[in-house]
């Protein structure tokens, strides 16, 4: 995403990778969808939609792309 300029202005690769790892992994998902019982659907939601603004600096992704996220 870096290569193809499309990070948010301001963010650096360094930054954009803690991002993703802290974002994206094992004790965010074991709190939300194990601990405090999200379903899937909503943690994989909440993920796409938490990086989408985070890492490209948009407000909201159209929200048709969920259903290729949850089926």
Known sequence: M??????????????ATDLVVVLDGHDVYRGLVLEAGWPLSDY???LFTTLVQQLLGALAPDQGIFEDLVS
């Open 44 to 46: 994989k939601s909440w």
């Open 2 to 15: 870096a290569e193809l300029g499309a990070l948010r202005e301001g963010l650096d690769t360094e930054r």
